[in-house]
């Protein structure tokens, strides 16, 4: 596609001053995820009576049976956990772990194995205590949770030592599955013991409580702790009803070195001795360690095709290999979407992390492509698989676009495409939250692992449905006459519904998004005579304001005019929020000169007008500075998707010093909360939407972790793309 030449005259000439590093990043985040495709789970380490309610410390705060936020339209993903929590008894002084400081949260390196590091003191030293828990992803494992406890004394004398974990388990979640019959199947925990394990059953679910090493235990209503810190000894008491508690004790005797139990929490609403013959299947008798081991080899299975950039930073490597732990640990592994990633990880905490808990195309293709360029090939070719196999068209009557394959909001676990509801306000139903932009990056996306391996045979069969899922019906979309798509909610995904600032636009990301899938796939889908459809699409950016386009003519500091590309048209108004930091896709995907007046311009504003404190990275978009609209307080906070594609923009522009400040400023962020790449960081001016994640209530000191955390197709994907961009 021919590269649009820069039209307007112009005499714009930027001396920007350069970006400064931001403060020292430190953790903010007080949870670890980890999880498999299958499930997922959260290992909470806020300091003891942080939090609206009070946090109790460290323990197992998650467990979910679905990793997908809405496994149905109907149905939510059930937290199947309420705590777990470790304990010691060291020469017969008991502590519950979640009253002792957390040393170290991490997750270790490139992996989804997340530990906790903490020391208890002894009379005279203290032992120290590694918890580890991964949802596993070597074979045989689905929905579980593997939980490793090691003890490592001082080394001087040896210690008598048990290790204790009381689990507060709701089989059932917030509410029991319904059977075929429409009912639940029964009321009340019942509590059975088998060869090796403890189930615990409320209507259909049932939590299975593998025992790694031989426990004595207690399964009763009741809280078990003082038992602990009293000196007595669990003796096998087993008693169903409700709010049961299952309390495991280990007794290692005297110990001078390290030592390790461990346990299998697994899930079913099916067959319980299908469960108990797949996981004692794969557990096959082996130890702690010997099952923590089988579970970095399969990571670093995962790893070993990977071709990441040469030159990369230790920070940047190590946050690079998290980032494809991330994207992996996202992957769905079962049902109508297998292959698709999630937005996030796990369906919480907080609201916004269960709204990302689902499959979005745009999330996706991100991911996908950056699993291409690090050569996870399989993987980016199933994230297409996935999308492809959606049951999309939902809202082909509001949006007048029939025939669409992929969705343009998000889909459910069942496939179905789906949208989150919201209000204008004052009322009224504010619309879907569909957006076009979904389509041009799905093609973008397939073309980039075509390009990796263009004679594999998946090249030729999935040809024809990525022509009828996206395609076709987004050239059908664009104007024959004026290249115009039709309003939308653009890359934030603003409401159908007109209710402004919200409303639908023709927005500029759109048509960036339809010009370069076009541009970028109809080589390889044999349909070369769709381009002109995306130059089309292209010039709708290149129109001055006073002609119905996007492009704001400034007055220049030198004289002359600055043309900054605005998020739509319908914003060029005096005194309208304008401002997508977003539209720099249009010189990251090479479909403008990144040197031009325009790019200047536009890099400039966005940098001034979006700038958030106390780093160097910007917001989304200006929309949260609008009066009248609904506010979105997300829109206040910093993006780091936009920092990482800022990056990108800064680097193509000549502007490498500013570049890399963002780099490193995302890079240190991540690596400081165990590799992930959060969503967002919060302003430094506290609201109490900032409390939502429990850390530091109260107050915002700024750069503060927040929302999705990962961040996965998109964060993970984002921040591969940037390295790959500025490092190879």
Same mark, same amino acid.
């Given at each position: 596609?021919?590269?649009?030449?820069?039209?307007?005259?112009?005499?714009?000439?930027?001396?920007?001053?350069?970006?400064?590093?931001?403060?020292?990043?430190?953790?903010?985040?007080?949870?670890?995820?980890?999880?498999?495709?299958?499930?997922?789970?959260?290992?909470?380490?806020?300091?003891?009576?942080?939090?609206?309610?009070?946090?109790?410390?460290?323990?197992?705060?998650?467990?979910?049976?679905?990793?997908?936020?809405?496994?149905?339209?109907?149905?939510?993903?059930?937290?199947?956990?309420?705590?777990?929590?470790?304990?010691?008894?060291?020469?017969?002084?008991?502590?519950?772990?979640?009253?002792?400081?957390?040393?170290?949260?991490?997750?270790?390196?490139?992996? &989804?194995?997340?530990?906790?590091?903490?020391?208890?003191?002894?009379?005279?030293?203290?032992?120290?205590?590694?918890?580890?828990?991964?949802?596993?992803?070597?074979?045989?494992?689905?929905?579980?949770?593997?939980?490793?406890?090691?003890?490592?004394?001082?080394?001087?004398?040896?210690?008598?030592?048990?290790?204790?974990?009381?689990?507060?388990?709701?089989?059932?979640?917030?509410?029991?599955?319904?059977?075929?019959? &429409?009912?639940?199947?029964?009321?009340?925990?019942?509590?059975?013991?088998?060869?090796?394990?403890?189930?615990?059953?409320?209507?259909?679910?049932?939590?299975?409580?593998?025992?790694?090493?031989?426990?004595?235990?207690?399964?009763?209503?009741?809280?078990?702790?003082?038992?602990?810190?009293?000196?007595?000894?669990?003796?096998?008491?087993?008693?169903?009803?409700?709010?049961?508690?299952?309390?495991?004790?280990?007794?290692?005797?005297?110990?001078?070195?390290?030592?390790?139990?461990?346990?299998?929490?697994?899930?079913?609403?099916?067959?319980?001795?299908?469960?108990?013959?797949?996981?004692?299947?794969?557990?096959?008798?082996?130890?702690?360690?010997?099952?923590?081991?089988?579970?970095?080899?399969?990571?670093?299975?995962?790893?070993?095709?990977?071709?990441?950039?040469?030159?990369?930073?230790?920070?940047?490597?190590?946050?690079?290999?998290?980032?494809?732990?991330?994207?992996?640990?996202?992957?769905?592994?079962?049902?109508?979407?297998?292959?698709?990633?999630?937005?996030?990880?796990?369906?919480?905490?907080?609201?916004?992390?269960?709204?990302?808990?689902?499959?979005?195309?745009?999330?996706?293709?991100?991911?996908?492509?950056?699993?291409?360029?690090? &050569?996870?090939?399989?993987?980016?070719?199933?994230?297409?698989?996935?999308?492809?196999?959606?049951?999309?068209?939902?809202?082909?009557?509001?949006?007048?676009?029939?025939?669409?394959?992929?969705?343009?909001?998000?889909?459910?676990?069942?496939?179905?495409?789906?949208?989150?509801?919201?209000?204008?306000?004052?009322?009224?139903?504010?619309?879907?939250?569909?957006?076009?932009?979904?389509?041009?990056?799905?093609?973008?996306?397939?073309?980039?692992?075509?390009?990796?391996?263009?004679?594999?045979?998946?090249?030729?069969?999935?040809?024809?449905?990525?022509?009828?899922?996206?395609?076709?019906?987004?050239?059908?979309?664009?104007?024959?006459?004026?290249?115009?798509?039709?309003?939308?909610?653009?890359?934030?995904?603003?409401?159908?519904?007109?209710?402004?600032?919200?409303?639908?636009?023709?927005?500029?990301?759109?048509?960036?998004?339809?010009?370069?899938?076009?541009?970028?796939?109809?080589?390889?889908?044999?349909?070369?005579?769709?381009?002109?459809?995306?130059?089309?699409?292209?010039?709708?950016?290149?129109?001055?304001?006073?002609?119905?386009?996007?492009?704001?003519?400034?007055?220049?500091?030198?004289?002359?005019?600055?043309?900054?590309?605005?998020?739509?048209?319908?914003?060029?108004?005096?005194?309208?929020?304008?401002?997508?930091?977003?539209?720099?896709?249009?010189?990251?995907?090479?479909?403008?000169?990144?040197?031009?007046?325009?790019?200047?311009?536009?890099?400039?504003?966005?940098?001034?007008?979006?700038?958030?404190?106390?780093?160097?990275?910007?917001?989304?978009?200006?929309?949260?500075?609008?009066?009248?609209?609904?506010?979105?307080?997300?829109?206040?906070?910093?993006?780091?998707?936009?920092?990482?594609?800022?990056?990108?923009?800064?680097?193509?522009?000549?502007?490498?010093?500013?570049?890399?400040?963002?780099?490193?400023?995302?890079?240190?962020?991540?690596?400081?909360?165990?590799?992930?790449?959060?969503?967002?960081?919060?302003?430094?001016?506290?609201?109490?939407?900032?409390?939502?994640?429990?850390?530091?209530?109260?107050?915002?000191?700024?750069?503060?972790?927040?929302?999705?955390?990962?961040?996965?197709?998109?964060?993970?994907?984002?921040?591969?793309?940037?390295?790959?961009?500025?490092?190879?």
């Amino acid at each position: 596609m021919p590269v649009p030449v820069q039209t307007t005259p112009s005499t714009c000439t930027i001396e920007p001053p350069p970006l400064e590093p931001g403060p020292p990043p430190r953790q903010s985040w007080p949870w670890l995820p980890t999880a498999n495709g299958y499930t997922g789970a959260l290992f909470s380490f806020a300091p003891p009576g942080s939090g609206d309610p009070p946090d109790t410390g460290a323990q197992i705060s998650a467990l979910w049976d679905h990793a997908i936020a809405s496994p149905t339209a109907e149905t939510v993903a059930r937290d199947l956990l309420r705590s777990l929590v470790v304990g010691v008894r060291i020469d017969g002084v008991g502590t519950w772990l979640d009253t002792v400081p957390v040393e170290a949260a991490t997750l270790e390196p490139g992996t &989804g194995i997340a530990v906790l590091t903490q020391r208890v003191p002894t009379s005279s030293s203290s032992v120290l205590i590694h918890t580890r828990i991964a949802a596993p992803i070597q074979p045989g494992a689905q929905r579980d949770l593997l939980i490793t406890i090691e003890a490592i004394p001082p080394g001087d004398a040896p210690v008598e030592l048990q290790l204790w974990t009381t689990a507060d388990a709701r089989p059932a979640g917030e509410q029991a599955a319904v059977g075929s019959d &429409g009912t639940s199947g029964g009321a009340g925990e019942q509590v059975v013991l088998g060869a090796g394990a403890l189930q615990e059953r409320q209507g259909l679910d049932l939590i299975r409580h593998t025992f790694l090493g031989d426990p004595t235990w207690r399964a009763a209503p009741g809280d078990p702790r003082d038992l602990l810190t009293s000196g007595a000894d669990l003796a096998g008491e087993l008693a169903s009803g409700d709010d049961v508690r299952v309390t495991l004790q280990w007794d290692l005797g005297a110990i001078s070195g390290p030592a390790s139990v461990g346990l299998v929490l697994s899930w079913t609403d099916g067959d319980p001795d299908a469960l108990a013959e797949r996981v004692s299947a794969w557990i096959d008798d082996r130890a702690p360690a010997q099952l923590l081991e089988a579970e970095r080899s399969a990571w670093d299975a995962w790893h070993a095709p990977e071709h990441l950039p040469d030159g990369l930073t230790e920070g940047e490597e190590a946050v690079a290999r998290a980032a494809s732990a991330t994207l992996r640990m996202a992957q769905l592994q079962d049902g109508p979407l297998a292959g698709a990633l999630l937005g996030t990880l796990v369906p919480g905490p907080g609201d916004r992390a269960a709204r990302r808990a689902h499959v979005s195309t745009r999330d996706a293709a991100f991911g996908g492509v950056a699993l291409a360029r690090i &050569g996870q090939l399989e993987a980016a070719r199933r994230v297409i698989d996935g999308l492809l196999a959606t049951t999309s068209g939902t809202f082909a009557a509001a949006l007048g676009l029939e025939g669409y394959g992929v969705p343009l909001s998000h889909a459910d676990g069942d496939g179905l495409e789906a949208s989150t509801s919201a209000s204008c306000p004052g009322g009224g139903d504010a619309g879907i939250d569909a957006s076009l932009d979904h389509l041009g990056w799905f093609l973008w996306s397939w073309a980039e692992v075509v390009d990796a391996d263009p004679s594999h045979p998946w090249v030729t069969s999935s040809r024809a449905a990525v022509r009828a899922a996206a395609l076709d019906p987004l050239v059908a979309l664009i104007s024959p006459g004026d290249g115009d798509l039709p309003p939308d909610g653009g890359f934030w995904s603003r409401r159908w519904a007109d209710c402004p600032p919200e409303g639908s636009q023709p927005y500029s990301t759109s048509a960036i998004a339809a010009a370069k899938g076009i541009e970028r796939s109809a080589e390889a889908l044999l349909r070369l005579d769709v381009l002109p459809q995306g130059e089309r699409a292209l010039r709708v950016l290149f129109v001055p304001t006073d002609g119905g386009g996007p492009l704001r003519l400034d007055p220049g500091p030198a004289g002359g005019v600055c043309p900054v590309l605005l998020s739509s048209p319908d914003e060029a108004c005096e005194g309208c929020d304008g401002l997508d930091a977003l539209v720099v896709e249009l010189w990251n995907q090479q479909l403008s000169s990144p040197t031009s007046a325009t790019a200047a311009a536009t890099l400039d504003a966005l940098l001034r007008g979006l700038a958030v404190g106390p780093g160097p990275g910007i917001r989304g978009n200006d929309d949260a500075d609008d009066p009248l609209g609904p506010a979105r307080h997300a829109d206040l906070w910093e993006s780091v998707t936009a920092d990482l594609r800022m990056a990108l923009a800064l680097h193509h522009a000549g502007r490498t010093d500013d570049a890399e400040v963002l780099l490193a400023w995302i890079t240190g962020i991540a690596q400081a909360n165990a590799g992930l790449i959060p969503e967002a960081l919060s302003d430094g001016i506290y609201q109490a939407a900032d409390d939502e994640d429990g850390f530091n209530p109260g107050a915002d000191d700024g750069a503060e972790v927040q929302g999705a955390v990962p961040l996965a197709g998109l964060g993970a994907g984002a921040y591969l793309l940037a390295l790959d961009a500025l490092r190879r």
